[in-house]
């Protein structure tokens, strides 16, 4: 799978469990949406996620990929500690110059 190199790095950040490298792939007033809560901002996105591969250790396995616009949609299986697990779920990505403005995630 033929992945915008942001996205790849994404994922293998996500796989280390880097918050640091994780959030250094969003802008610095990047979005992300998940669990119903808000993250806005660099800093906000590296806390975000170190809790969470704190609470869950989820990895990330790409399952498909699809540009609509001037949206991306990854799909991808995530394995960890959390009820349910695994489950695909969706990213939904808004990318500008070369980095991540926003990102939804759906089951």
Request: aromatic content about 8%.
């Amino acid at each position: 799978m033929n992945l915008p190199k942001v996205v790849s790095e994404l994922v293998r950040t996500q796989n280390n469990f880097d918050s640091v490298a994780y959030a250094n792939c969003f802008s610095e007033t990047a979005v992300v949406y998940d669990e119903g809560k808000t993250h806005n901002g660099r800093k906000e996105i590296e806390h975000w996620i170190a809790d969470a591969n704190e609470r869950y250790k989820a990895t990330m396995q790409p399952v498909s990929f699809e540009e609509k616009g001037t949206e991306i949609i990854l799909k991808a299986e995530a394995s960890g500690k959390f009820d349910g697990s695994p489950i695909v779920l969706s990213y939904h990505l808004e990318i500008a110059d070369e980095l991540i403005q926003s990102l939804k995630i759906t089951g």
